[in-house]
Nanobody
Framework: QVRLVESGGGLVQAGGSLRLTCAAS?????????MSWYRQAPGKQRELVAS???????NYADAVKGRFTISRDNPNDTVFLQMDSVKPEDTAVYYC??????????????WGQGTQVTVQG
């Protein structure tokens, strides 16, 4: 079973920066294909924030374009979300999501447990 573990969440002032990390852990991982960050604010639907393909192509929600950057380290099966110029409306639980190919299950989608980001201001 693949486990996605997010880290880096916390409290940050408006205008500041935060870097989220998602590490995919499994001895069976052959490759991670599409990796994404989602977020869910209180009373809101979960929404896609950013995604990155295995070769590095990226896509961003309009609300974060120009402020957030998604990147990945394929050898370590890790994806990052660099959050700059954060706003109070960025406050949410951020979830890592991955379409991951393993020796056991072929390709499946996995969710992380989420990490809280709170922006003051």
């Amino acid at each position: 079973q693949v486990r996605l573990v997010e880290s880096g969440g916390g409290l940050v002032q408006a205008g500041g920066s935060l870097r989220l990390t998602c590490a995919a852990s499994s001895a069976a991982i052959i490759r991670a294909d599409l990796m994404s960050w989602y977020r869910q604010a209180p009373g809101k639907q979960r929404e896609l924030v950013a995604s990155i393909g295995r070769t590095g192509t990226t896509n961003y929600a309009d609300a974060v374009k120009g402020r957030f950057t998604i990147s990945r380290d394929n050898p370590n099966d890790t994806v990052f979300l660099q959050m700059d110029s954060v706003k109070p409306e960025d406050t949410a639980v951020y979830y890592c999501w991955g379409m991951i190919h393993t020796a056991i299950h072929n390709t499946r989608a996995y969710w992380g447990q989420g990490t809280q980001v709170t922006v003051q201001g």
